[in-house]
């Protein structure tokens, strides 16, 4: 009887201690989805992917984020793309498809919900390895475009020549660990709206046109852009970037005017800090 009384406490206690049968693997997947999706994407969200194949498949799902991977070979997997322009895309029809699904109260709500800045569904992952292309991609909704990388210079967007820049921003967004580069013209144009850049590299590259090429050029607050696509708070700010090439680093017009600049030297390149703000 003792010897019996033994083993069922052990398989009791090798059960409790069993991972599939922790109490938190009871929440049904709206419960994870909705848990997850209050965690910084890099690298909470990221690493809870790591932790078994559901957890995978519900952090990467397309109501979390959207993912830009030209390495897959499938793309009828929902939320992967095979570029930038395609994700931007699909990230307002998601937009809409989330007022649409509340009915009556999506009405209602409409005008709040779109000035929410980065809900689940607004949030673009690009794959490190490789180049992205990108040639004046029109971002008109609030997003944040993430590198997939440990580091900025493993995910690159390429803005290749005759093209004005890579992403042009008329709403509020954020890119962090990316490499922005362009031949001729700009990494990024400004129309309205704030944008937030942090840990991205943003280079022009050398040629003998070097006075036409700006990383960053801000056209808000010219009066050039209509102005039901103005925004109040048009604003840029930049942290903890490179910036290599071109004439100068901000070229902007209207009544915004660079501020609080910062510059710490590094042993190979220069990390900045500023914003771009109403004088």
């Known amino acids: 009887m003792e010897v019996e009384e033994l083993e069922k406490r052990q398989s009791r206690k090798i059960t409790s201690s069993s991972p599939s049968s922790a109490l938190i693997n009871n929440l049904d997947d709206g419960c994870f989805m909705h848990i997850f999706s209050f965690l910084c994407p890099i690298p909470d969200r990221y690493n809870t992917a790591l932790v078994c194949h559901r957890w995978c498949y519900l952090a990467c799902h397309p109501r979390l984020w959207l993912r830009v991977d030209r390495s897959v070979q499938d793309f009828s997997e929902p939320g992967v793309f095979p570029n930038i322009e395609e994700a931007v895309s699909a990230a307002s029809y998601i937009k809409l498809l989330l007022i649409c699904g509340l009915g009556l109260y999506g009405i209602l709500l409409r005008p709040y919900l779109q000035t929410l800045p980065f809900r689940p569904g607004d949030i673009i992952l690009i794959a490190a390895g490789g180049s992205h292309l990108a040639s004046n991609i ?80 801000s056209t808000a607050g010219s009066g050039v852009f209509p102005s039901n696509l103005k925004s109040d708070g048009d604003s840029i700010s930049v942290s903890h970037t490179r910036i290599e090439g071109g004439a100068k680093a901000v070229l902007t017009s209207g009544d915004l005017a660079l501020q609080q600049v910062r510059v710490i030297y590094a042993r190979t390149c220069l990390y900045f800090w500023f914003d771009v703000d109403c004088r």
């Open 138 to 217: 029109q971002i008109k909704k609030p997003l944040c475009l993430i590198g997939g990388g440990e580091l900025p210079d493993e995910t690159t967007v390429i803005c290749l020549r005759g093209s004005d820049s890579a992403l042009e921003f008329l709403s509020t967004c954020k890119l962090t660990n990316l490499t922005v580069k362009a031949e001729l013209g700009c990494c990024l144009l400004h129309r309205s709206g704030r944008l937030i850049i942090d840990e991205c590299i943003l280079q022009c590259e050398s040629n003998p046109l070097d006075y036409l090429s700006c990383p960053i050029v």
